[in-house]
């Protein structure tokens, strides 16, 4: 069973940054998609970013594109997820979620297995 724990969220004005944590435990494989979505209250979750754990390219949200960047620590078993330029329309409940069927996508919730608890991050104008 993997369990995946979220930190780092936060309040912070617009325009500053957070980077979020997702540590990871529990069996890993190296084809594993860690993915970051998020939840404003009242809209579905939705994508915002996602890797693999054993390399490869980056996916990202429009809404996040030049913004956040999603990066990996095999060594932690941690993913990152980094938000510069925040906007109030980032204000979310934040959740990392894993899976390991690697020929899935990143983009759907139903494609991942594990999720963790969530963080809350608050930004205000």
């Known amino acids: 069973q993997v369990q995946l724990v979220e930190s780092g969220g936060g309040l912070v004005q617009a325009g500053g940054s957070l980077r979020l944590s997702c540590a990871a435990s529990?069996?890993?494989?190296?084809?594993?998609?860690v993915g970051w979505f998020r939840q404003a209250p009242g809209k579905e979750r939705e994508f915002v970013a996602g890797?693999?754990?054993?390399?490869?390219?980056?996916y990202y949200a429009d809404s996040v594109k030049g913004r956040f960047t999603i990066s990996r620590d095999n060594a932690k078993n941690t993913v990152y997820l980094q938000m510069n330029s925040l906007e109030p329309e980032d204000t979310a409940v934040y959740y990392c979620?894993?899976?390991?069927?690697?020929?899935?996508?990143?983009?759907?919730?139903?494609?991942?297995?594990?999720w963790g608890q969530g963080t809350h991050v608050t930004v205000s104008s």
């Open positions: 979620a894993a899976d390991s069927r690697s020929w899935l996508g990143f983009t759907s919730s139903t494609a991942y297995a594990y």
């Open positions: 529990g069996p890993t494989f190296s084809g594993v998609r």
């Open positions: 890797i693999r754990l054993n390399g490869g390219p980056t």
